[in-house]
């Protein structure tokens, strides 16, 4: 793996994660478990640079991120895991482990107890900074059309502990 600078390839991980979907990883004790995520940022918060996903209340990964001190989120820049990506992203670790039915290769993190997904193109590792749930009063009516089940998402602000690609 080659080492990165944490700002080094924003605009391609943002790219890929919205056009192939990327994997974030959680991990409480010895319960690790993946989704498929489309939606994320990288920026800059309290004097360090972060990784904010957001996660509705409904996924497994919640309830474990809930509890977690840390995640990674794993990009492909191309199609080459788009059938892990489909399965990650409509089956739920509540109901089978993916990381076997997908034969997805758990990497131990560099930075954080939590795996990355070999196979992928670029990695975070990323340390919770904050934990914060969407007020639907806060939230500007344009956007009501992505909550017609009322399945909020709370935003996970990661402080990025580690950045690297695929060599
Ligand atoms: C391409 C793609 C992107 C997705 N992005 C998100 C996301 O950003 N946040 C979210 O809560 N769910 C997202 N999902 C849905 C979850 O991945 C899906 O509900 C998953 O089964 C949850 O798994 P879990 O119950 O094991 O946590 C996405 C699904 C796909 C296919």
Request: glycine residues 8%; charged residues 25%; proline residues 3%.
């Amino acid at each position: 793996m080659k080492q990165l600078a944490w700002n080094a390839k924003m605009k391609e991980a943002v790219d890929a994660m919205i056009e192939h979907g990327a994997f974030l990883t959680t991990k409480v004790g010895d319960e690790q478990n993946t989704m498929a995520i489309g939606w994320g940022s990288i920026g800059y918060c309290w004097g360090k640079p972060v990784f904010t996903v957001v996660v509705r209340n409904s996924r497994h990964t919640f309830q474990l991120m809930e509890k977690a001190e840390e995640f990674t989120v794993s990009i492909p820049f191309s199609d080459a895991m788009k059938k892990e990506i489909e399965f990650c992203g409509t089956k739920s670790g509540k109901d089978v482990n993916k990381f076997e039915a997908c034969n997805l290769a758990a990497i131990d993190g560099q930075a954080v107890k939590v795996p990355v997904i070999g196979g992928c193109d670029l990695y975070y590792e990323c340390r919770i900074l904050a934990k914060l749930r969407l007020e639907p009063e806060n939230l500007h009516e344009s956007c009501d059309e992505w909550y017609p089940k009322k399945d909020y998402h709370t935003f996970y602000v990661g402080e990025i502990m580690a950045c690297y690609e695929k060599e």
